[in-house]
């Protein structure tokens, strides 16, 4: 570990960054600004889709993965030209992944905020999902039962109507991604609970 940890910072190191940079803090700090800033929200969603549909938009063939890392790398830079040290570093750790569906800053202290974020906020914002598109959470109850829950919580973020890109957007996208990094099961326990009897 300590040798992995070593290359780490020393790529940081070469591409400009300093050797007491934590890269993953630091990445997940960026990520959720720019998950937070409805001029930006879009481009993180575009580098979740291109790591887990290795598309850029519905109906696109299929890139490699080499390829749609740098596409994704490409779409977050947009959003944030001035973290390109940062990212190129950070896109290569195995984890990257993660923490661009789940920057939303700290965890919230569970057993005082779990039940309200799903009880209020999720559920409001799947039922309003389901009311637009039951397709879509089918489609997010499907990846998930199949355990691909980074396909899943994109597919539930994507599914989030995009008619005004504005705070609410932004906001409601965020709380989606709470849930997900607090308690995925209970996400996609949600969902499926939502899709399973409009199929019988």
């Known amino acids: 570990m300590r040798r992995i940890y070593t290359i780490v910072i020393c790529t940081a190191a070469s591409l400009g960054l300093g050797f007491a940079q934590d890269i993953p803090t630091d990445t997940k700090s960026a990520l959720a600004k720019e998950w ?8 993180c969603l575009t580098a979740l889709r291109l790591y887990t549909t290795y598309t ?7 890139m490699s993965p080499t390829d749609a890392a740098k596409a994704a790398l490409s779409e977050l830079l947009q959003g944030a030209p001035d973290n390109k040290d940062l990212f190129t570093v950070a896109q290569k750790q ?21 039940h309200a974020l799903f009880a209020d906020e999720v559920a409001r914002i799947v ?18 039962a199949q355990k691909s ?15 005004h890109i504005d705070a609410a957007y932004a906001n409601d996208l965020e709380f989606l991604r709470e849930g997900y990094q607090i308690n995925a ?4 326990k949600l969902v499926s609970d939502k899709i399973i009897p409009a199929k019988k």
Do not use: C, H, M
């Open 94 to 114: 195995p984890d990257f992944l993660d923490w661009l569906a789940k920057a939303n800053g700290p965890p919230k202290d569970p057993p005082v905020q779990e």
């Open 36 to 43: 937070k800033d409805p001029a930006k929200t879009t481009y």
């Open 185 to 188: 099961d209970r996400l996609f």
């Open 149 to 163: 829950n980074d396909l899943a919580i994109f597919e539930l973020l994507d599914a989030y109507p995009k008619d």
């Open 56 to 62: 850029a938009k519905a109906g696109d063939v299929p």
């Open 127 to 144: 039922e309003k999902i389901y009311g637009i598109s039951k397709q879509a959470l089918a489609d997010v109850q499907e990846a998930s």
